[in-house]
């Protein structure tokens, strides 16, 4: 070690696929900075936070350092906050949300930033390692023991994410820094590509495809070839000890330094230990687990923020024929259930009139507590004036 991995070479594409009629992947090749970004929220709302992400960072490269890792995680919170405050202003792009994972290039050490179900990998001597940690309920459920990692590859919900930029205003970064060795080749790719093929040919691809560029495009070409069900983005950066090596050019890279860019430190970095920061509990998705363990499967690739469920609230009725105020939505995505009884009324569906029994029995959204509770408060007088007119049409 010690090396000064000063050159890097880079390949870079990203495709619609074969099945999606828009690509809403967006990526960025700024060395040493490298992004990609996997937008979700239907018709052009996925492009726009996955674009946005990218322009943001790339608007902000100056303020970040590696001698302040967290400096990347701003970074990334940064772009979070840009998508957000532009989904606050349009209600057309409300709920939009897009994946993140950005790599820092400084000398022999890789930071890393990163939310959602993009990956990073790292290739040594032959053998693949994800760098990153998916944000998915198939992840979760892998963590705790209860998926094998073979069941998670196929399984039904695994595009369900659990964390995205764009959806709150404040979003759980994961910050690893990993130590690089010269011949380590790093791929960055969308789920576009790690859904669709094994490890075990993405391993033969960068074990066997010398040229970084060739090597991006036999990728994509496979994930099309079996398939092409997601659009697909793959950024391979190869790092080379410069000592070793005589200067090559700048042969396959795609996106020289910009003269603005941050420049690399020359000088051999600290190695620092593999950290992960910034991660918060997320009680929501404990009772997601095990709803998702329970339920039926579907086939449906769904998205679902956590934030969108704490924040959701209606009124529906229970087993019991009571009205009740449910926290999470009503609607079943996949087959699951996304919602959980909060408070219990002792309003009877049973002494509402018909006309109101019908609002309750098709649930009624709220997107604050205090909402669904005033709702409880007139259900409340509509069910007493409704058992009183019919005391006294009885009596
Ligand atoms: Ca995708």
């Keep these: 070690m010690g090396a000064r991995l000063v050159k890097i070479n880079v390949g870079a594409r990203t495709d619609v696929g074969r099945v999606r009629r828009a690509n809403e992947d967006s990526y960025l090749a700024r060395e040493p900075f490298f992004v990609v970004a996997d937008g979700m929220g239907g018709h052009l709302a996925g492009d726009i936070a996955s674009s ?48 993140c994972t950005l790599l820092f290039l400084d000398a022999a050490t890789a930071h890393i930033a990163h939310v959602g179900d993009s990956r990073a990998y790292r290739l040594r001597a032959g053998s693949l390692e ?34 995205a930029l764009g959806v709150d205003s404040d979003v759980a970064v994961d910050l690893v820094a990993v130590e690089l060795h010269s011949g380590d080749r790093l791929l960055l790719c969308s789920d576009g590509l790690s859904s669709m093929i094994q490890e075990s040919a993405i391993t033969d691809v960068l074990g066997g495809e010398q040229d970084s560029q060739a090597a991006a ?62 991660r918060r509990p997320r009680r929501w998705l404990r009772r997601l687990s095990g709803l998702l363990v329970l339920g039926a499967l579907g086939a449906a690739a769904v998205w679902v923020a956590d934030y969108t469920l704490e924040h959701s609230w209606f009124v529906g009725v229970n087993d019991e024929g009571l009205v009740t105020i449910y926290r999470g939505i009503p609607e079943e995505i996949a087959g699951l259930s996304f919602r959980e009884e909060h408070e219990v009324t002792d309003v009877a569906l049973a002494d509402l009139p018909g006309w109101k029994r019908e609002d309750v029995r098709n649930e009624m959204k709220f997107d604050s507590l205090d909402g669904a509770r005033s709702n409880i408060t007139n259900l409340e007088r509509i069910s007493r004036d409704s058992q009183q007119s019919a005391g006294r049409v009885g009596g």
Excluded: C, Y
């Design 52 to 99: 946005t992400a990218v322009s943001t960072i790339e608007g902000h490269l100056t303020d970040a350092a590696p001698d302040r890792p967290e400096s990347f995680a701003a970074l990334v919170q940064g772009a979070n906050r840009a998508i957000w405050e532009r989904a606050q202003g349009d209600s057309g792009l409300r709920g939009m949300g897009t994946t």
């Design 130 to 163: 994800q760098l990153t940690e998916d944000h998915t309920l198939v992840a979760r459920m892998v963590r705790e023991g209860k998926l094998a990692p073979e069941e998670a590859e196929h399984h039904p919900q695994r595009s369900i994410i659990t964390r």
């Design 217 to 278: 495009d036999a990728l994509v070409d496979l994930a099309n070839e079996a398939g092409g069900e997601d659009n697909v983005t793959v950024l391979i950066i190869d790092v080379v000890d410069a000592s070793a090596e005589a200067d090559h050019g700048a042969a396959g890279a795609v996106a020289p330094a910009p003269p603005d860019a941050p420049t690399r430190s020359d000088t051999p970095a600290e190695l620092p230990p593999e950290v992960r920061v910034s």
